[in-house]
């Protein structure tokens, strides 16, 4: 293991080069000139943004639960919400895999959380919220601009588990269960910037 995967590396620069030294990737054999080519740089990127995005959420999740501050239900719905995150990023990875690109890990990038982000429940509740709302229209971003077929049905499931996942939040925060008929879908350049709030 060379010493690039060692180094944690901000959100930004695994956006722009992927994960590691893309000389060491070519030494060792893992990047295909016939996988690059299979998916256009506009679809990796958004692989890649997701990817960053549901490590963002399972650090999330690890600080809540860590926290002790959410009631039983609560507690329950973020424990729940990590299983699916983390079979997120499986399906993500597996998809950055087959497109001859390794997905980035939970070392590869540090974060960050606004100071009293999980001193009460109702705080916890609202980063998590919050979170989930980005990553509902990060997902429907991506599906509105990639352009390879057979990423968008596993994207298309996961943004509705991501909708799944704020209305379970919603009540917790005082919000709606049911909210707009059109969520919104946000640009690559607005996703990447939410999450640069969150890097260390």
Do not use: C
């Amino acid at each position: 293991m060379s010493d690039a995967w060692a180094l944690p590396m901000n959100r930004a620069g695994l956006l722009r080069t992927g994960v590691g030294s893309g000389a060491a990737l070519l030494g060792l054999g893992v990047w295909t000139a016939p996988a690059a080519a299979a998916v256009p740089d506009v679809d990796l990127a958004y692989l890649r943004l997701l990817v960053a995005t549901e490590l963002l959420k399972a650090d999330f999740a690890t600080q809540a639960i860590a926290s002790r501050k959410l009631e039983k239900q609560a507690a329950g719905i973020v424990r729940r919400m990590h299983a699916a995150d983390n079979r997120h990023y499986a399906g993500l990875a597996a998809l950055m895999n087959d497109a001859g690109q390794p997905p980035a890990s939970a070392g590869d990038i540090d974060f960050s959380y606004p100071r009293g982000s999980f001193t009460t429940a109702r705080s916890t509740a609202a980063l998590g919220w919050k979170l989930t709302s980005l990553a509902l229209g990060a997902y429907l971003g991506a599906l509105e601009n990639i352009q390879t077929p057979s990423i968008r049905l596993p994207l298309g499931q996961i943004a509705a588990n991501e909708a799944q996942q704020q209305s379970a939040l919603a009540p917790l925060v005082g919000r709606p269960a049911i909210g707009s008929a059109f969520a919104a879908a946000l640009p690559i350049d607005v996703v990447s910037a939410a999450l640069d709030e969150y890097e260390s």
